[in-house]
C-alpha cells in the first residue's frame, strides 16, 4: 500500500488537526521518504519560528490608536 502525504496534511500533522489513524500514517509516510521528511522539517522550522514571533502590537501603536479614537468619536444622535 503507498502512502501519501501532502504539505496540508503535513501542516495538519504539525498542529495536531489529523485524527490519529491519518496522523499515523503521515508519520509513517514522512519516516519512509526522505523528501517528505525533509519538507515537514521546513514546514516545523517555519512553525516553530512562527510560534516565536511577538504578535502583541506595540506601546506606541496603541497609543496612537485611541488618540485617533479620541478626536474621532461618533456623533450621537
Known amino acids: 500500500m503507498t502512502i501519501t502525504s501532502t504539505p496540508n496534511e503535513i501542516l ?17 509516510a514522512i519516516a519512509a521518504d526522505p523528501m517528505l521528511k ?12 512562527l510560534d516565536q514571533l511577538n504578535l502583541e ?3 506606541a501603536s496603541i497609543a496612537k490608536i485611541l488618540a485617533f479614537a479620541s478626536k474621532n468619536k461618533p456623533e450621537k444622535v
Open 38 to 49: 525533509e519538507e515537514y522539517s521546513a514546514l516545523k522550522s517555519a512553525k516553530d519560528a
Open 57 to 59: 502590537p506595540s506601546a
Open 12 to 28: 495538519r500533522l504539525l498542529y495536531d488537526d489529523l485524527p490519529a489513524s491519518e496522523a499515523a500514517a503521515c508519520e509513517e
